[in-house]
């Protein structure tokens, strides 16, 4: 099972999503984004590296979520969900096909991976 990290990033009432390349598994569809945890890695050490990665961007981890157990039907994962604000950077999306900012009250009209679907809810639940 993959072990994966993902933000839930703020910024003046607005959240970003990433919408997965058509190259990628599950294309084109929106989620929070993350990584993978590498070998002796820490969860918020993990999400700090692929955020700057992916997105260029530096971000302070305030709150972890409820952590996600979802089978899709070629890979299974955990995922790990941390609200977190946007400490610096500018958004420079380098393996999703956009980053974008939303409005909270816009997460739910968006085509979101399965496994992301209840950290929305619980995000527009606290």
Known sequence: MLQVTCAIIVQ??????CQRSAA??????????GGKIELGESKE???????????????????ALTPIEHHYPAFSLCLYPFVCILESGK????????????????????????A???????????
């Open 12 to 17: 003046d009432n607005k959240i970003l999503i």
């Open 24 to 33: 990628m598994k599950l294309p084109l569809k929106w989620e929070f984004p």
């Open 45 to 63: 050490d993990c999400l700090r590296r692929e955020i700057r990665e992916e997105l260029g961007l530096k971000i302070d981890i305030r709150k």
């Open 91 to 114: 958004v420079l999306p380098t393996e999703h096909a956009q980053a974008i900012w939303v409005d909270t009250t816009e997460l739910l009209s968006y085509d979101w991976a399965e």
């Open 116 to 126: 992301d679907v209840p950290i929305v809810n619980e995000y527009l639940n606290l």
